[in-house]
């Protein structure tokens, strides 16, 4: 049964200021470097030695990426379908100049998710192509597969992979380089093993 990992990046600037990051390439702050290198030590010592490890192709995911791959001595293989979602028009602006140009949207948004901007990508798009690229390395890996994504994209991931409606927000997302980890069944479903674990955390006795 494969066992899947799926990792946010660390910190940027703008998670800092509250701002969308989107389809927006924007580097690790200093501070997101320090969290891929704690989490790179924790990982490391919890994934098979033959992990496979996949990003997006974002860069502040794919350098949290790359520094399990120096833990671990392999490379990251690269994968755009795992992208944050496209925020469209939102993407950048603050908080309070989203209230103050959309403010039904905003709403909407925060009732059901899809506020029908421009270039927005809706929940079923994301699901999509997660799910789609998740199980395309799933089926390919060895041993144990890590992706590395985003917040947006990897709580939508995970309730597609887990069959869960998106009416609801039934997962929160993962904090910056946190991990989640599923696992694939015999009979094709995913289970929810661990979820929004911290980078630092090791669990002992029953393993990780």
């Known amino acids: 049964m494969t066992r899947l990992f799926i990792v946010r990046h660390g910190e940027t600037e703008w998670n800092t200021l509250g701002l969308l990051q989107g389809t927006s390439d924007i580097p690790l702050s200093p501070l997101g470097r320090e969290q891929a ?24 995911a794919l ?4 520094a399990l791959g120096a833990a671990l001595g392999t490379d990251v293989a690269v994968d755009a379908r795992l ?26 948004w925060h ?16 699901a999509a192509r997660m799910v789609a690229a998740i199980n395309d390395h799933a089926q390919k890996a060895p041993g144990d597969l890590v992706v590395f994504t985003h917040g947006s994209s990897a709580r939508i991931g995970m309730m597609g992979l887990l069959g869960l409606s998106f009416e609801h927000r039934t997962l929160g997302n993962l904090g910056n380089t ?11 479903r995913w289970t929810l093993e661990r979820h929004n674990v911290w980078a630092d955390v090791v669990y002992v006795g029953g393993g990780a």
Not at 40 to 59: G, K, M, N, Q
Not at 83 to 108: D, H, L, N, Q, S
Not at 112 to 124: A, D, L, M, S, T
Not at 178 to 188: A, E, I, M, T, V
């Open 178 to 188: 946190c991990w989640s980890r599923l696992r694939h069944r015999p009979d094709g």
């Open 37 to 60: 290198a704690r989490m790179a030590a924790t990982l490391s010592e919890l994934v098979s030695p033959d992990a496979v490890l996949v990003s997006s192709h974002l860069s502040r």
């Open 83 to 108: 992208r944050e979602r496209a925020y469209g028009v939102w993407e950048g602006i603050t908080p309070e100049e989203r209230e103050r140009r959309w403010p039904r949207e905003v709403a909407a």
């Open 111 to 126: 009732a059901h998710g899809n506020p029908g901007i421009e270039g927005f990508e809706v929940h079923e798009q994301v």
């Open 63 to 66: 350098d949290t990426g790359k």
